[in-house]
């Protein structure tokens, strides 16, 4: 997950102050069920990431070797 956020934001300080200000809001979550939504939100974050990787490094390719 970092490794995407440095790539794509090229901001690794920023991303990760983001992540670690999200850990800490809820921290003191109990309730399971907004444990399990929290998680789900970040699942769909690095997939969302993940996303964004491919679809640049499609793009780049897409650039270079078609254009």
Same mark, same amino acid.
């Given at each position: !997950? /970092?490794? /995407?956020?440095?790539?794509?934001? =090229?901001?690794?300080?920023? /991303?990760? *102050? $983001? /992540?670690?200000? %999200?850990?800490?809001?809820? =921290?003191? #979550?109990?309730?399971? *069920?907004?444990?399990? %939504?929290? !998680? %789900? ?6 997939? #969302? !990431? #993940?996303?964004?990787? @491919? !679809?640049?490094? @499609? ?5 270079? $070797?078609? *254009?």
């Amino acid at each position: !997950l /970092f490794f /995407f956020s440095q790539v794509l934001f =090229r901001q690794y300080s920023i /991303f990760g *102050e $983001y /992540f670690q200000s %999200a850990f800490w809001r809820n =921290r003191n #979550e109990n309730d399971p *069920e907004k444990i399990k %939504a929290l !998680l %789900a939100k970040g699942d769909f974050i690095v997939k #969302e !990431l #993940e996303t964004l990787y @491919y !679809l640049r490094k @499609y793009r780049t390719l897409k650039q270079r $070797y078609y *254009e």
